[in-house]
């Protein structure tokens, strides 16, 4: 009877394993998040990094290059790249205020880049932008605000590939941040 009973209890541990138990946590102690990637992901090489350095992401910040990256492997072009922002927004008011500024500044519009889509997500410190870009890509993205400063998460995807933003989207969930979000 115990050999059954331990049996069942091993099977229904195999059935209910979640995709995070699958997932492999990727460190980054420079930038101070962890983040949780599926089997279909991988980190970006240092070219595939550089090759993004002068893509425009929809987001008027600029940085000095993608301090890390992690490609979606089959889905031509889909990753997740990220950087630092300078500055900090430490209270609600404050991300509130920026948040605007981000949006309507995106609505106002450089030609070329389309808003689709923008939500703040506050369980998460964490404002979300979708953007029709040009070349039939879409840009996705997150701004964390931390206690330390801000990350811009960016993935970038086909136009239309909804499994490929649903992927950058559950990545993007995952994060884990060293220094708690800024609040």
């Known amino acids: 009877m115990r050999y059954f009973f331990v049996a069942a209890l091993l099977a229904s541990f195999a059935l209910s394993a979640s995709p995070a138990e699958a997932s492999l946590p990727y460190y980054n102690p420079d930038l101070g998040y962890t983040i949780w990637l599926d089997g279909d992901w991988s980190e970006a ?39 630092p922002i300078q500055g900090r927004v430490v209270s609600p008011a404050a991300i509130a205020n920026f948040n605007r500024f981000v949006v309507r500044t995106m609505l106002r519009g450089r030609a070329p880049i389309r808003l689709k889509k923008a939500n703040f997500l506050s369980g998460k410190n964490m404002l979300r932008l979708e953007m029709d870009m040009p070349d039939r890509m879409t840009s996705v993205v997150y701004l964390v605000y931390t206690r330390a400063g801000m990350l811009k998460f960016t993935g970038f995807a086909p136009q239309g590939d909804v499994r490929a933003i649903r992927a950058i989207d559950e990545a993007v969930s995952t994060l884990y941040l060293d220094h708690g979000l800024g609040r």
């Open 45 to 83: 090489p240092q070219a595939m990094l550089a090759r993004f350095d002068e893509v425009e992401d929809g987001l008027a910040a600029r940085h000095g290059g993608w301090s890390a990256g992690y490609a979606l492997h089959g889905s031509a072009g889909t990753c997740l790249l990220v950087s």
